[in-house]
């Protein structure tokens, strides 16, 4: 066979590349074996990790799946359920926080907080989900419960901002009546009666809170 001259390879470039890449190893032994070496390396590195990701994944789904039921088992009053669901999504959190289930998890862990008196803990939670989760269904569910813990602690008008953030936001979210009837309420405690008159009507018309409304607007 006749040997092929580099001129001769000029009109393909395919081939000029591959005489070429032939050439520079042919002239670069040791370079080539070292990079050589680093690319498995590099391989062999990213499988170990890429395994050890796919098993990290497997596990928390399954604690989060365990402690989630067992959360949804927990009876209100009763301590040592909520307890024991924390801890785990606590840990959740911890180990495996760059998961969607320890995003997660974080609202989990503030409903704990919140059914074992734990405010400002519970708070800080709810805040924290908002932060990584602003679009999750259950981000007006987390306003919801702000909004709660700002009116217990008779902070009203951080409740009633807290409240007003679900309509702007979340407009289809079924929480905008429950959080109607919240802004109501804080707005009666504030002694702003006329303006919980006219919310607590609104929710009587058309919600599954009319009872309610209806309760409190004759308590005006």
């Not at 604690?63 to 959360?71: G, I, P």
């Not at 320890?102 to 924290?128: I, Q, S, T």
Request: charged letters at 25%; hydrophobic letters at 35%.
């Amino acid at each position: 066979m006749a040997h092929i001259k580099k001129h001769d390879l000029k009109k393909d470039e395919l081939a000029l590349w591959i005489h070429d890449a032939i050439e520079y190893v042919k002239k670069n032994p040791t370079k080539i074996q070292t990079y050589g070496g680093i690319a498995a390396g590099v391989l062999i590195g990213g499988i170990i990790l890429w395994s050890a990701v796919s098993t990290s994944v497997k596990n928390v789904r399954n604690q989060f799946a365990q402690a989630q039921v067992a959360y949804q088992q927990c009876v209100p009053g009763e301590k040592e359920g909520y307890i024991k669901a924390k801890d785990v999504f606590s840990s959740i959190i911890n180990k495996y926080g760059f998961t969607k289930e320890a995003k997660f998890a974080r609202f989990y862990k503030g409903a704990c907080c919140y059914y074992l008196g734990g405010l400002d803990d519970a708070k800080v939670c709810f805040e924290e989900f908002l932060e990584k989760c602003p679009k999750h269904p259950l981000s007006p569910s987390a306003y919801c419960r702000i909004g709660n813990i700002y009116e217990q602690k008779k902070e009203f008008q951080k409740a009633i901002d807290s409240y007003k953030l679900i309509s702007k936001n979340y407009p289809e979210s079924f929480e905008v009546q429950d959080a109607s009837l919240s802004l109501a309420r804080c707005y009666q405690k504030m002694g702003n009666n006329p303006e919980a008159k006219k919310l607590y009507g609104k929710v009587m018309k058309n919600s599954g809170w009319a009872d309610e409304a209806r309760f409190w607007w004759k308590n005006l």
